[in-house]
């Protein structure tokens, strides 16, 4: 993948300053069209965004035609054949795109083959993960749409302030802050059952987050005799987990199977719930990737900022 990465560095001009590939793939290359755009066409500022999609195609069907017309020369220098079946393709043009990395993009598409399209397309983003809570990954979304679509920041500062007062305050509970994962080891990770008088068992080296969570979840089942009514968590099952604030049992998270919650643990949750590091972990860690790809800064308190003219 290293190789693909330098390939637009061969096809810069000796004086040129700029690459203009914006991203590539084993079977894709995403070009930046705009200086040629307003190079050919002078009045481009006053052009409406459908002129723009269509001088846009214009260019890549083109180019289509030229790289396609070179692949013959290339069929006979590389591969000694005279006939072949290489062809370039344009599949779409797109009005702005984000690249996180490999496979990893969104894209506003405007026109696919020739037709017009107004369509988010997203692969690979962490917000799209199975172990992402739903909440926060629909949150992401919107926001991503937004900054494709040309939002300020400003605006998109609010929204991320407003979410979190939403987040942290009482509207959201554990089940929506939960994160969804599946425990695929349990018992490799108990290093020794509770000895009598304990309540907890003791945690083997490396044992992961959810697991240590689902752990402990078992114990106090137990300890409180709620084993015989309740499902304990087994390798395997599909579980949710929270960071804890400081408790009486410091426990510094637990997981829960939502189809089935002794209303103990429901308790111990709605009380002990961290929501701030359930946010800051989990949505604001990603959020701030994301304002550093866009040479952003984030900023979670917007109105602080405007009173005292913060940079």
């Given at each position: 993948?290293?190789?693909?990465?330098?390939?637009?560095?061969?096809?810069?001009g000796?004086?040129?300053?700029?690459?203009?590939?914006?991203?590539?793939?084993?079977?894709?290359?995403?070009?930046?069209?705009?200086?040629?755009?307003?190079?050919?066409?002078?009045?481009?500022?006053?052009?409406?965004?459908?002129?723009?999609?269509?001088?846009?195609?214009?260019?890549?069907?083109?180019?289509?035609?030229?790289?396609?017309?070179?692949?013959?020369?290339?069929?006979?220098?590389?591969?000694?054949?005279?006939?072949?079946?290489?062809?370039?393709?344009?599949?779409?043009?797109?009005?702005?795109?984000?690249?996180?990395?490999?496979?990893?993009?969104?894209?506003?598409?405007?026109?696919?083959?020739?037709?017009?399209?107004?369509?988010?397309?997203i692969?690979?983003?962490?917000?799209?993960?199975?172990?992402?809570?739903?909440?926060?990954?629909?949150?992401?979304?919107?926001?991503?749409?937004?900054?494709?679509?040309?939002?300020?920041?400003?605006?998109?500062?609010?929204?991320?302030?407003?979410?979190?007062?939403?987040?942290?305050?009482?509207?959201?509970?554990?089940?929506?802050?939960?994160?969804?994962?599946?425990?695929?080891?349990?018992?490799?990770?108990?290093?020794?059952?509770?000895?009598?008088?304990?309540?907890?068992?003791?945690?083997?080296?490396?044992?992961?987050?959810?697991?240590?969570?689902?752990?402990?979840?078992?114990?106090?089942l137990?300890?409180?005799?709620?084993?015989?009514?309740?499902?304990?968590?087994?390798?395997?099952?599909k579980?949710?987990?929270?960071?804890?604030?400081?408790?009486?049992?410091?426990?510094e998270?637990?997981?829960?199977?939502?189809?089935?919650?002794?209303?103990?643990?429901?308790?111990?949750?709605?009380?002990?719930?961290?929501?701030?590091?359930?946010?800051?972990s989990?949505?604001?860690?990603?959020?701030?990737?994301?304002?550093?790809?866009?040479?952003?800064?984030?900023?979670?308190?917007?109105?602080?900022?405007?009173?005292?003219?913060?940079?």
């Open positions: 993948m290293k190789y693909l990465e330098d390939c637009p560095l061969f096809i810069k000796e004086e040129d300053n700029e690459n203009y590939v914006a991203y590539m793939d084993t079977d894709s290359v995403y070009v930046e069209a705009e200086p040629l755009l307003r190079y050919l066409h002078p009045n481009f500022e006053n052009m409406s965004e459908e002129e723009k999609d269509n001088a846009l195609e214009s260019v890549a069907l083109k180019y289509q035609d030229l790289i396609t017309e070179y692949y013959s020369e290339m069929a006979l220098n590389i591969f000694n054949v005279s006939s072949h079946r290489f062809e370039m393709k344009t599949e779409c043009t797109i009005r702005s795109a984000y690249f996180r990395a490999t496979r990893r993009y969104a894209q506003w598409i405007s026109k696919k083959e020739g037709i017009y399209k107004d369509e988010m397309d692969k690979g983003l962490e917000f799209m993960k199975a172990n992402f809570p739903p909440i926060f990954g629909e949150f992401f979304d919107k926001i991503l749409n937004l900054v494709l679509k040309g939002s300020p920041q400003s605006e998109i500062d609010d929204l991320i302030f407003n979410f979190k007062k939403t987040s942290l305050g009482k509207e959201l509970s554990y089940i929506e802050l939960g994160n969804p994962t599946s425990v695929k080891t349990l018992d490799d990770y108990i290093a020794q059952k509770p000895k009598p008088g304990e309540i907890f068992s003791s945690f083997a080296s490396g044992a992961p987050a959810p697991v240590k969570a689902s752990i402990r979840y078992n114990d106090l137990t300890f409180w005799g709620l084993d015989k009514k309740h499902s304990k968590i087994v390798q395997g099952d579980i949710k987990w929270v960071y804890f604030k400081p408790n009486p049992y410091r426990i998270a637990l997981a829960f199977l939502d189809f089935d919650l002794p209303d103990k643990i429901k308790e111990l949750l709605d009380e002990y719930t961290d929501k701030t590091k359930s946010f800051e989990i949505l604001e860690s990603k959020l701030e990737g994301f304002y550093d790809d866009l040479g952003w800064k984030l900023n979670l308190n917007p109105y602080l900022t405007k009173f005292f003219n913060f940079d």
